[in-house]
């Protein structure tokens, strides 16, 4: 089992930055996957940047040049730095933690807002 706790969401205003964190506990390798997904309004939820354990990050194209997402395997914890952040970026934003056995654990979601 994977406990995940993010923090870090909140309002911010348009070209404003946040950054996300999310801290995985239980039974955790740094060769698993962390990423975060985010769901809008009356949108399905989507992918917003993968990081597989030593592998090549991806972003959605939505984000690319304006997220970063990194981890610190030393305290198992993932983030995602947001820049030039738009209104259109405005979702719940989750954690998701992939294991090399199949296993997909989803974090309580943070609220991100921008707005003016």
């Known amino acids: 089992q994977v406990r995940l706790v993010e923090s870090g969401g909140g309002l911010v205003q348009p070209g404003g930055s946040l950054r996300l964190s999310c801290a995985a506990s239980?039974?955790?390798?740094?060769?698993?996957?962390m990423g975060w997904y985010r769901q809008a309004p009356g949108k399905e939820r989507e992918l917003v940047a993968s990081l597989p354990g030593g592998g090549v990050t991806s972003y959605a194209d939505s984000v690319k040049g304006r997220f970063t997402i990194s981890r610190d395997n030393t305290k198992s914890t993932v983030f995602l730095q947001m820049n030039s952040l738009k209104p259109e970026d405005t979702a719940i934003y989750y954690c998701?933690?992939?294991?090399?056995?199949?296993?997909?654990?989803w974090g309580q979601g943070t609220q991100v807002t921008v707005s003016s």
């Open positions: 998701k933690y992939n294991d090399l056995h199949g296993g997909n654990y």
């Open positions: 239980g039974t955790v390798s740094n060769w698993d996957t």
